[in-house]
């Protein structure tokens, strides 16, 4: 922003100009006489991390008297506005005490006519701008010398205080609304769970048993549809022409520690209820040409992604890695061990794309309705309970098995009260879809509230001006006397000091 674009008694200059610029450092870690039992707060970047409030009076950490003068640390006077210069740029807070900073801050300190609030909220509103100083390869710092050269636009000091007045109203509304959507949230993810929740447990729709009997009808109970899927599953067998030895009966769960179902429920396990299972392709992909292949975090709990994909160009005879409509796809492996084993269906119209190792292809015996109902409770309850206690982890990377899989108790309703389960859960999942859509749009408003407020605040357009204020002219040409009048003291007590020292010598 130019000097024309300011009100009157505004005035362009940068953080060199009013304030001193200070590093940080780290004492010597190995030495642990740097940090037990130190006092000094001590504060780095990562203790600044999700850090909302304004003042900050230490971090996780302090130092000792021989850490702060065997380093390039600094003990900054309470109101140093700290500034993070790299890993990340752009957090700032104010030292409510003394303090002192690693050598990941650019830290203020300002004269006493310049308010500490005001350059705090400044530097938020100038995060972008500032970022554009910055230099290096492989992270982005904010050196020393570009600090000096930050921008700071200057209204008089009875302006910036009546500035951040203003902004502080304004922000605690915006946060109140701000914590008020953040319920809203939560509540919706609580009641997506308890929607799931009852899905699996035979409670979010009547059950067919009771419909039967309040109808005065018969029904078939879930036993029958077993025995159904698992006929259709040795007939599907026996079509193969490549199948191998003998056939063999999938295993049922054990009950012993399964809760009782309701009436006409029963459980299975998956491998009573699959055709097949298998990994996916193993080799990496390469290219951005020849056959789309899903990443694994294309597949989240009860969706799959088909936008999220790679290439595989080979040669090689990939059919029996292509997935299809309402096949099921779990992740095999993750760097999170809460996304392994969780569950989404293939959308239908889906051709041509393969499936990673990463992930496992389950395709049903039964196609209709069963690939929806499976995929619900294979994300909760009992079923998504089985598989999270068997993830291990190694090398970073936790992981489940096919056998783990093939294992899984899945509690299986009659086929009918299955469609109205799916049918429901759509429904109700459909409204809070939409109502997530919209607290996350209002959330996206707020913040660009927030930002619009931070520009009309540094616009001199938040609040009116005064005329009887003093100029920030006048204001920053005291900070300039007053600065130099420091650095002349600082060099006759300087040479003072070592002509001391010289005598001394001679002596």
């Given at each position: 922003m130019t000097q024309q674009d300011l009100p009157a008694g505004w005035v362009v200059s940068t953080m060199g100009e009013v304030a001193a610029v200070v590093g940080g450092g780290t004492p010597k870690t190995a030495d642990p006489d740097n940090f037990d039992g130190g006092e000094i707060p001590w504060i780095t970047p990562a203790d600044l991390s999700g850090y909302a409030d304004k003042y900050i009076t230490r971090g996780s950490r302090n130092i000792t008297e021989q850490g702060l003068k065997g380093s390039g640390a600094r003990l900054l006077p309470t109101n140093t506005v700290l500034?993070?210069?790299?890993?990340?740029?752009?957090?700032?807070?104010?030292?409510?005490?003394?303090?002192t900073t690693n050598q990941g801050f650019k830290s203020f300190v300002l004269p006493e006519s310049i308010a500490p609030?005001?350059?705090?909220?400044?530097?938020?509103?100038?995060?972008?701008?500032?970022?554009?100083?910055?230099?290096?390869?492989?992270?982005?710092?904010?050196?020393?010398?570009?600090?000096?050269?930050?921008?700071?636009?200057?209204?008089?000091?009875?302006?910036?205080?009546?500035?951040?007045?203003?902004?502080?109203?304004?922000?605690?509304?915006?946060?109140?609304?701000?914590?008020?959507?953040?319920?809203?949230q939560a509540n919706l993810k609580r009641y997506r769970a308890s929607v799931l929740k009852d899905a699996c447990e035979g409670r979010l729709v009547p059950t067919e048993a009771e419909l039967a009997r309040s109808e005065g009808r018969e029904y078939e109970p879930a036993y029958v549809l077993l025995e159904r899927i698992l006929a259709e599953r040795r007939a599907h067998w026996e079509s193969q022409e490549k199948r191998r030895g003998k056939y063999r009966e999938p295993s049922a769960p054990d009950t012993s520690a399964l809760p009782q179902l309701p009436k006409g429920w029963v459980w299975a396990s998956l491998e009573q209820l699959v055709s097949g299972i298998r990994n996916g392709y193993s080799k990496r992909p390469v290219g951005d040409v020849g056959t789309a292949i899903l990443r694994i975090s294309a597949v989240r709990p009860?969706?799959?992604?088909?936008?999220?994909?790679?290439w595989v160009d080979s040669k090689e005879n990939l059919t029996d890695f292509l997935i299809h409509p309402r096949d099921l796809l779990f992740t095999r492996y993750n760097g999170n061990p809460g996304l392994v084993g969780v569950c989404g269906v293939v959308p239908d119209g889906t051709k041509g794309v393969l499936h990673p190792d990463k992930l496992i292809r389950a395709t049903l015996v039964q196609q209709e309705t069963m690939p929806a109902f499976v995929q619900v409770v294979a994300n909760i309850g009992i079923s998504r309970d089985f598989l999270s206690q068997r993830v291990r982890t190694t090398a970073g990377q936790s992981g489940i098995s096919g056998t783990d899989l093939k294992a899984m108790p899945i509690p299986l309703p009659p086929l009918a009260e299955q469609r109205r389960i799916v049918a429901e859960v759509e429904r109700r999942l459909s409204v809070v879809q939409q109502a997530e859509a919209t607290v996350e749009a209002s959330?996206?408003?707020?913040?660009?509230?927030?930002?619009?407020?931070?520009?009309?605040?540094?616009?001199?357009?938040?609040?009116?001006?005064?005329?009887?204020?003093?100029?920030?002219?006048?204001?920053?040409?005291?900070?300039?006397?007053?600065?130099?009048?420091?650095?002349?003291?600082s060099a006759t007590s300087k040479g003072k000091s070592q002509r001391r020292g010289k005598r001394k010598a001679t002596a």
């Open positions: 500034f993070s210069s790299r890993a990340p740029i752009g957090y700032v807070a104010i030292a409510s005490q003394p303090v609030s005001f350059v705090y909220y400044y530097l938020k509103s100038a995060k972008e701008i500032i970022e554009g100083l910055g230099g290096g390869t492989t992270f982005k710092e904010i050196s020393g010398a570009a600090a000096t050269k930050i921008p700071l636009v200057l209204p008089p000091l009875p302006e910036q205080r009546r500035i951040v007045a203003e902004i502080e109203t304004q922000f605690t509304r915006l946060d109140a609304s701000v914590a008020a959507l953040r319920r809203a009860m969706a799959v992604n088909l936008q999220d994909i790679r959330l996206a408003r707020a913040e660009r509230l927030r930002q619009s407020i931070l520009k009309q605040a540094f616009s001199g357009k938040l609040v009116p001006q005064d005329p009887d204020d003093e100029p920030a002219s006048v204001l920053l040409e005291r900070i300039k006397a007053e600065r130099e009048a420091e650095a002349r003291a």
